[in-house]
């Protein structure tokens, strides 16, 4: 770089990659222990790659090395730019990178890049021959090297050791399939049982040590494993994570210290805040979290704990972050205990997805149970009605028939709209039936509350010009029946 000799700071970044499958490609063996030991042992490693970079390019010359955010598997930092500095920067990377080739064979990879810049007095940054740049710059830049290597990631291992990525890898002894990860390898070592009626099992050495790392984890956090706090109720998990977050950061700060300041907030939400709440009474005995770091988390538990916990992250996001313009959406997958926590995280991913694409993208929302909500008034709204719902038969006796009618006829509109985008003839006899529905359904009961809280479904809230409300009440109906069928 012939004008990189003019600049004196440089911005490094680094991004590990393949999370979400390490994350969550396990069996159900062991998967409570091991979902924590492994999100403990991704947020140590990216530390430590960290920890190194700052020791070695101090030790390369550079008079202060200065970690602004390493939290969900990214990390930034600030240095001195030199020839010596980045030559120990890229010692670094080929070591990081080495490292996670011989320990998961490419399931894990991690980039490193860095540019050199100048700070403005004024915020301004000047890179790349550009003056009076946003700092937002930096990570454009170090941001579009990631997407690069991520397209070479095995360059350095090709060049460094050949014959390691292609030559065949003589296995000794006899190969064993790992419980956990359902890998084939002669290294397995046996685990050991925690009663006398588990059967014995194998998994790889790095699965034992992260198995042992959650145990601690666990132990710590008082959580009895997926089945035994649950009871018989069905299982919660729960994905969230901030919406727009890399647009806030290349186009929304002024200068690299309100990016600091913005970030180190973001990171004692993410892994003190949130772990504060959990330990609230009414959530420490029935939310566990597995992974919370960087703008993201992962959380399992009592399935209608885990839906009240994530209003309460979405209320404690708004308080904290509401000048920074900060939303953040989610989606939680309902199962029971026992089905295998891979395929439950998937379902909470896509649950996820489907709030993050929102009307069109406007995010802020919220799906559970087949339908996306906005946490803008709609979420509060459904919650009301299940409350009702719920309050109305348990005091009044009032029948669940009700609740499997609204969801039959919400059925019914979504078809209608199905048919309408098909260019169809749509039918809206349904809209008479309901209201036909009610009118015979408040004429069975005496108690003036089921009567006054079924005129008020008919001639109000029903209508159907009030948009998605039928929607609304038929989704909180479906909360309703989950909550008393789990009663």
């Given at each position: 770089?012939?004008?990189?000799?003019?600049?004196?700071?440089?911005?490094?970044?680094?991004?590990?990659?393949?999370?979400?499958?390490?994350?969550?490609?396990?069996?159900?063996?062991?998967?409570?222990?091991?979902?924590?030991?492994?999100?403990?042992?991704?947020?140590?490693?990216?530390?430590?790659?960290?920890?190194t970079i700052v020791v070695e390019t101090e030790k390369a010359g550079a008079e202060k090395?200065?970690?602004?955010?390493?939290?969900?598997?990214?990390?930034?930092?600030?240095?001195?730019?030199?020839?010596?500095?980045?030559?120990?920067?890229?010692?670094?990377?080929?070591?990081?990178?080495?490292?996670?080739?011989?320990?998961?064979?490419?399931?894990?990879?991690?980039?490193?890049?860095?540019?050199?810049?100048?700070?403005?007095?004024?915020?301004?940054?000047?890179?790349?021959?550009?003056?009076?740049?946003?700092?937002?710059?930096?990570?454009?830049?170090?941001?579009?090297?990631?997407?690069?290597?991520?397209?070479?990631?095995?360059?350095?291992?090709?060049?460094?050791?050949?014959?390691?990525?292609?030559?065949?890898i003589a296995v000794g002894g006899k190969p064993r399939i790992c419980a956990v990860t359902?890998?084939?390898?002669?290294?397995?070592?046996?685990?050991?049982?925690?009663?006398?009626?588990?059967?014995?099992?194998?998994v790889l050495p790095s699965v034992k040590e992260q198995i042992e790392q959650g145990k601690?984890?666990?132990?710590?956090?008082?959580?009895?494993?997926?089945?035994?706090?649950?009871?018989?109720?069905?299982?919660?998990?729960?994905?969230?994570?901030?919406?727009?977050?890399?647009?806030?950061?290349?186009?929304?700060?002024?200068?690299?210290?309100?990016?600091?300041?913005?970030?180190?907030?973001?990171?004692?939400?993410?892994?003190?805040?949130?772990?504060?709440?959990?330990?609230?009474?009414?959530?420490?005995?029935?939310?566990?979290?597995?992974?919370?770091?960087?703008?993201?988390?992962?959380?399992?538990?009592?399935?209608?704990?885990?839906?009240?916990?994530?209003?309460?992250?979405?209320?404690?996001?708004?308080?904290?972050?509401?000048?920074?313009?900060?939303?953040?959406?989610?989606?939680?997958?309902?199962?029971?205990?026992?089905?295998?926590?891979?395929?439950?995280?998937?379902?909470?991913?896509?649950?996820?997805?489907?709030?993050?694409?929102?009307?069109?993208?406007?995010?802020?929302?919220?799906?559970?149970?087949?339908?996306?909500?906005?946490?803008?008034?709609?979420?509060?709204?459904?919650?009301?009605?299940?409350?009702?719902?719920?309050?109305?038969?348990?005091?009044?006796?009032?029948?669940?028939?009700?609740?499997?009618?609204?969801?039959?006829?919400?059925?019914?509109?979504?078809?209608?709209?199905?048919?309408?985008?098909?260019?169809?003839?749509?039918?809206?006899?349904?809209?008479?039936?309901?209201?036909?529905?009610?009118?015979?359904?408040?004429?069975?009961?005496?108690?003036?509350?089921?009567?006054?809280?079924?005129?008020?479904?008919?001639?109000?809230?029903?209508?159907?010009?009030?948009?998605?409300?039928?929607?609304?009440?038929?989704?909180?109906?479906?909360?309703?029946?989950?909550?008393?069928?789990?009663?």
């Amino acid at each position: 770089m012939e004008k990189g000799q003019a600049y004196k700071q440089l911005f490094i970044g680094g991004d590990l990659s393949g999370i979400q499958k390490f994350l969550y490609n396990i069996s159900s063996r062991k998967a409570a222990v091991s979902l924590k030991g492994r999100s403990y042992y991704l947020k140590r490693f990216m530390e430590n790659v960290c920890e190194t970079i700052v020791v070695e390019t101090e030790k390369a010359g550079a008079e202060k090395t200065r970690v602004i955010y390493c939290s969900g598997g990214k990390f930034y930092l600030l240095s001195d730019y030199s020839a010596k500095i980045t030559q120990a920067i890229d010692q670094c990377a080929r070591q990081a990178k080495a490292d996670l080739w011989k320990e998961h064979r490419g399931q894990l990879g991690i980039s490193i890049s860095y540019v050199p810049f100048n700070e403005n007095t004024d915020g301004t940054i000047e890179c790349n021959g550009l003056s009076r740049q946003k700092p937002g710059y930096l990570w454009k830049q170090v941001s579009a090297e990631f997407n690069r290597q991520k397209k070479q990631k095995f360059k350095d291992i090709l060049t460094d050791n050949f014959s390691d990525f292609f030559e065949p890898i003589a296995v000794g002894g006899k190969p064993r399939i790992c419980a956990v990860t359902g890998i084939e390898s002669p290294d397995c070592v046996e685990l050991e049982p925690e009663s006398d009626e588990e059967e014995k099992m194998y998994v790889l050495p790095s699965v034992k040590e992260q198995i042992e790392q959650g145990k601690r984890l666990n132990r710590e956090q008082h959580f009895k494993g997926f089945e035994a706090f649950t009871g018989n109720k069905y299982l919660g998990v729960l994905r969230m994570d901030v919406d727009g977050l890399g647009k806030r950061f290349v186009e929304g700060f002024d200068s690299i210290r309100q990016y600091k300041e913005f970030s180190d907030r973001l990171v004692a939400f993410f892994e003190k805040s949130i772990e504060k709440l959990q330990q609230e009474q009414v959530f420490k005995d029935d939310i566990n979290i597995i992974y919370a770091g960087g703008d993201d988390l992962f959380i399992v538990g009592q399935w209608d704990k885990v839906i009240d916990f994530a209003e309460l992250i979405r209320q404690e996001t708004v308080r904290l972050f509401a000048k920074d313009n900060i939303s953040i959406s989610g989606g939680i997958a309902i199962v029971k205990p026992k089905f295998p926590i891979a395929k439950a995280a998937e379902l909470a991913g896509e649950a996820e997805d489907k709030a993050k694409q929102f009307r069109n993208g406007e995010k802020n929302a919220f799906h559970l149970l087949g339908k996306t909500v906005s946490w803008d008034k709609e979420f509060e709204y459904v919650k009301n009605y299940k409350q009702q719902f719920v309050g109305l038969h348990k005091k009044y006796d009032m029948s669940k028939s009700i609740l499997h009618k609204l969801m039959l006829y919400s059925a019914i509109a979504d078809q209608n709209m199905v048919r309408r985008r098909e260019g169809k003839a749509e039918d809206f006899s349904y809209i008479w039936h309901l209201s036909y529905y009610l009118t015979r359904y408040i004429d069975r009961y005496k108690s003036p509350e089921i009567r006054d809280f079924c005129r008020n479904l008919r001639d109000k809230e029903l209508d159907y010009r009030h948009g998605r409300n039928l929607e609304l009440i038929a989704l909180a109906a479906r909360w309703a029946e989950l909550s008393l069928k789990d009663e």
